[in-house]
């Protein structure tokens, strides 16, 4: 187990928070770590911030998360990692769609070349959005509290796609499921960044499976190639003790 | 792939020695097939139960160096009622399937079993020695009687091979190898019952506290078990513990295995640690002028 100090704090939305610490590894966008929160648990969080200072954002939704955003300047941070495969970097134009707490690994990727479709349930919980240019952003909320009222497909279908050298994906399935469908068949890159149980995050217990491959070392990160070979995306998904789930999406 | 490879074990053919060992990465249809494609010769299953269980809650794994690690998963599993499927689709890369099952008495084992080998697996493995988990585990893997009424009752309950895993927990090894001495073959060894403390949290790292060590600082034991119940008992043995190169393997089979199986070395060298052994293993082999494994089971026994 590796272990640092919280050095920053950020508040980013009434339900999320950042928590910077220092960690002298090269880390790249999209990879994850595991993080123990002693005496709770442990959950995987992808790095939102991947220079010199190290940083991950959590939502509370569990007890583990719930710790996590209770930590302060000076505690203590419990990992390990990183794991996973990250994005793939272009030199382009690139859009990046996040839905939730899903911009939190894309954070990273942000740079002055970067457009975003970032989206939540209403505007309080937009994540990021101030990162990016307000030209090249494009707000969805469920409630429409603020910008277009809907999915990221709302905003997508709007956009002239063939512009990007790439777009990143990252959100909840049924949302990466149905941008998948509307990429599909199109003259597009894309990378989606996938969620599965995960509980080894090495590569051994099958808990983050996908037709085969482990999301915790095969992915998170799969192109849209990858994707379209898989027969459980947006189908089925395995819960804690490995049933296999219907999803209907 | 040549015939030198090619190994049998209780009547099963297998096109390598090479079989991924139950718990890593075999409780999900498609990992199995994956795995099969990408060269195990056959693959067992996670440990099945009765019911489906959660297992623990993470941190369920320790990395302790070395491409060791110590586990306690706590036999999440689906359930025998909702396995069918994957065992069906497993069964698609046309390669043995073994099923794995853990039970509390010898009717529970018996009528896993019978499910099991009615989804079409090519065998049965009992894990009788989960060494982490309450009631299922070590508690049945250390009592002679009960290993022998379970693998009594299981072999008169399915007509395919049964293979008993035994524990490296206990006192004296014989005594069970000859409880089970009605199982095909015997399975050698499970993972030894260990721990870690994170110095800094200043506690243990593991939710359940205790789990089972695997990888590379096993091998020793899983080696003294396996020649000391061949050289004992002449039983068919299936080699497990630390294998991560040819010459694991090779050791495995000089000391009396006739084949065997592959567990952590899958976190270190990922789905092609099977076709890469394969190919050093023929290259030894050649080189080694060792012409098949049958003629080199047990080949380092001193009599
Ligand atoms: C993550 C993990 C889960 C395991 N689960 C099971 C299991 O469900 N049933 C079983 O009989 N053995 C289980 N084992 C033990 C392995 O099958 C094997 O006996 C042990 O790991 C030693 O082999 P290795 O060093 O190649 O991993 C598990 C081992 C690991 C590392
Ligand atoms: S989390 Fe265990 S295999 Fe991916």
Redesign the pocket.
Known sequence: MIHSTVVRVDQNTPTVRSIGFKWDCKVLPGQFIMVWIPGIGEIPISLSSTGNLKEITVKSYGPASDALTKLETGSRIFFRGPYGRPFTLVKGKTLLIGGGSGMASLKPLINERSYAIVSARTRDELLFSDKIHEGNLHLVTDDGSIGIKGTPLNALEKLNLTEFEMIYVCGPEIMLKKIFDSLRGKKVRAEFAMERTMK?GIG??DSCSIDGLQLCRDGSIFSMEEVMEMEEFGRTKLSESGRRIILNY | MSNRLQTVISGLRLDNPLIL????LDENGYTMKRILKEGAAAV?T??IGSAERSGYKPPV?VEIGGGN?I?A?G?A?PGIENFGNEVKIAREAGKPVIG?I?GADAEEFSNLAKKMASYGVSGI?L?L??PHVKGVGQEIGSDPDLVESIVGEVKRSVNIPVFA?LSPNVSDIMELAKAADRADALVL???VRAMAIDVYARRPVLSNVYG?L???A??PV?LRYVYEVKKETGKEIIG????QSAEDTLEYIMAGASCV?????LHTGGRSVFRAISRDLENLMASEKLDSISDTIGMAIQR
């Not at chain 2, 497990?240 to 294998?243: D, E, L, N, S, T």
């Open positions: 080894c051994v217990c | 060992a139950s718990g890593i067992v996670k440990s794994v690690m586990n998963i036999l599993n794995s853990f493995e894990n020695s989960c895993k060894i499970n993972t089972g695997s990888g590379p096993i091998k899983g497990v513990g630390g294998i199986e592959i567990g952590t070395a």
